[in-house]
């Protein structure tokens, strides 16, 4: 099975303001001051923590935006640092429990966006009828249709973890961790940091910590040809919601972006909860359009998959500077 490249399929900053001319000596520094004193650590959740304790992290390099990443005085409330390698399996369950989740919502809530679907299982129906003469069989469709629906999203979306799985997330720390694929081919305004001397990263992978455990992931994957940056993997733990943490994720990549010049921020997703659009547009992005043809990676596009499993595909993106 042929895997493309991880795109943003998750239930999942700041407004940032539009700047027309690059952010030089000075004025960069007195903004990531700024932004450090903007977003202070999130109120930390009541009661135990119900997630398992992750190991005790190795010491690592500076986090890749601004200060901020060595966590609360204390070691209290919620934080957000650079991933270490052993929270490699933690990451991953945040991440596999996430888009689990988007089985029932895409069989069953998904089906709400599909009009020309909707009408096709009606139409179903009264055939049904129109053969069989049995109330009872043709109020049995709508139920089987549903059931289908459930076993065709299952299939994909088990099929769109095995490649995720297999590649991005399989060693996190090579794959967003590793030295930038920029260095070589750079030639705009450079940040000059602890770890990548001279050049900006490409890609980098936060976790959200609270009480020493991971319960936040997201991700960052820069593409140089058009100076953006995308977000993706973004997913938190369903037992640490509403507590403001996948906001703080998004910072960080905002955050990310501007420290390292980049001109914008976008992200794709397939999410059908309204909370997650509500929660793009607080920070700050636009709604740049959908597509019900999307490929999501996994996909057989086989006839029964095509009439059970749909998708809507929408696009976002935050200028933070003109080119």
């Known amino acids: 099975m042929h895997c493309g490249p991880p795109d943003m399929v998750c239930e999942t900053k700041i407004v940032a303001a539009e700047d027309h001319e690059a952010l ?10 700024a932004a450090g004193a903007m977003w202070p650590p999130l109120p930390a ?9 992750a190991p005790p992290p190795a010491p690592g390099p500076q986090p890749r935006g601004s200060a901020g990443g ?13 991933f270490r390698a052993a929270e490699q399996e933690a990451a991953r369950r945040i991440f596999y429990d996430g ?11 998904g089906l709400r966006q599909h009009p020309r679907t909707q009408l096709l299982y009606a139409l179903l129906a009264v055939l049904c009828f129109a053969l069989t003469r049995s109330l009872l069989l043709t109020c049995l469709v709508p139920a089987g249709l549903l059931g289908l629906r459930y076993y065709y999203s299952r299939k994909v979306v088990l099929a769109y973890l095995d490649c995720a799985l297999h590649t991005d997330m399989a060693d996190i720390e090579q794959y967003y961790m590793k030295p930038p694929a920029s260095c070589c081919g750079y030639t705009g305004t450079t940040v000059v940091g602890p770890k990548w001397p001279g050049a900006r990263p490409g890609s980098c992978f936060w976790v959200a910590v609270l009480d020493g455990n991971v319960v936040g992931i ?5 593409h140089e040809a058009d100076n953006t940056v995308e977000l993706l993997r ?4 369903s037992r640490f919601r509403g507590k403001g943490i996948a906001k703080a994720l998004g910072r960080k990549v905002l955050e990310f972006a501007l420290v ?20 793009y547009e607080s920070l ?9 043809h999307y490929v999501l990676p996994g996909m057989t596009l086989s006839l029964a998959e095509r009439l059970f499993f749909q998708v809507r595909y929408h696009r976002y993106r935050l200028q933070l500077r003109e080119e």
């Not at 030089?24 to 001051?33: I, Q, S, T, V």
């Not at 997201?218 to 820069?222: C, G, I, S, Y």
């Open 24 to 33: 030089p000596g000075a004025k960069k520094d007195a903004l990531l001051a």
């Open 45 to 53: 959740a009541p009661g135990p923590a119900a997630a398992p304790p």
């Open 70 to 82: 060595a966590g609360p005085p204390g070691g209290r409330g919620v934080y957000i640092r650079e």
């Open 99 to 109: 888009i689990m989740e988007r089985i029932p919502n895409t069989a069953f809530r």
């Open 218 to 222: 997201v991700a960052a994957r820069a």
């Open 234 to 237: 973004m997913s938190v733990d």
């Open 260 to 279: 390292h010049n980049y001109s914008a921020v976008v992200l794709g997703t397939t999410a059908v909860k309204v909370a997650a659009h509500k929660l």
């Open 284 to 292: 700050g992005f636009r709604h740049m359009g959908s597509s019900d």
